[in-house]
């Protein structure tokens, strides 16, 4: 059973618009999210985090929200560039110490011009 | 060195041959944690170590996967008797604190059982 899913494979968002990928779980045990970002042939990139005990965390052009009760959080990406082009993954951890993490199947995210 | 090394990059193994990979992790980072990526997946986590010792080995999924870090630096991911399930990139990952978030991934070793 996925604990962390991205339903949709692809998304893909005209250039200097808003880009919003969404993220689902469903272990209530899960207290730390985390975004990464990955280029082919290359590993995933650490994006942004949030904790459980907030609902929303921004760096720069990058947000994220968090609503608990739905299990549910979402990247917000403001606006859009050509560089943003990439695998986004979702992942979730438990107790954010020596857990692993368990990641999503990842939303390929395309910059169109 | 500047970010997390893993050798080799490819490797091409045939159906029950031994193989193993190397990660060397960020100077001076206390954990590290290998993942599996099937194609078209996201990471799984196989196994983490806090300095020398391996504090979670659930994600591996069987006993021919074996990791080690003897010196607390450099880890080894050792798979026998390779399977062609066991084609996938894997990735090691290493981290400065106990915390789990934000740690830095290695490119991967692209392993591909014929």
């Known amino acids: 059973d996925q604990q962390v899913k991205q339903n949709s494979p692809s998304l893909s968002v005209q250039e200097g618009r808003i880009s919003i990928l969404n993220c689902d779980y469903t272990?209530?045990?899960?207290?730390?999210f985390l975004w990464y970002k990955k280029y082919p042939a290359e590993g995933p990139t650490f994006l942004i985090s949030i904790s459980s005990i907030k609902d929303k965390n921004e760096d720069g052009r990058f947000t994220v929200f968090l609503n608990k009760s739905a299990k549910h959080l979402s990247l917000h990406i403001v606006p859009s560039q050509p560089g943003d082009s990439a695998v986004y993954f979702c992942a979730a951890s438990e107790g954010g110490g020596a857990d692993g993490l368990t990641f999503g199947k990842g939303t390929h995210l395309i910059i169109q011009p | 060195g500047a970010g997390v090394s893993q050798s080799p990059r490819y490797k091409v193994a045939k159906r029950g041959q031994d193989v193993a990979l190397r990660c060397d992790p960020i100077?001076?980072?206390?954990?590290l944690f290998w993942y599996q990526q099937a194609l078209g997946q996201g990471p799984e986590f196989l196994t983490y170590f806090q300095n020398e010792a391996q504090l979670d080995k659930s994600g591996l999924p069987s006993d021919r996967f074996f990791a080690e870090r003897p010196e607390g630096s450099v880890s080894t991911l050792k798979i026998q008797r390779t399977q062609q399930e066991d084609s996938a990139v894997y990735l090691c990952a290493s981290s400065s604190n106990r915390g789990s978030y934000g740690y830095t991934f290695g490119s991967g070793t692209r392993l591909t059982v014929v």
């Open positions: 272990n209530s045990m899960f207290d730390y």
């Open positions: 100077s001076g980072h206390v954990s």
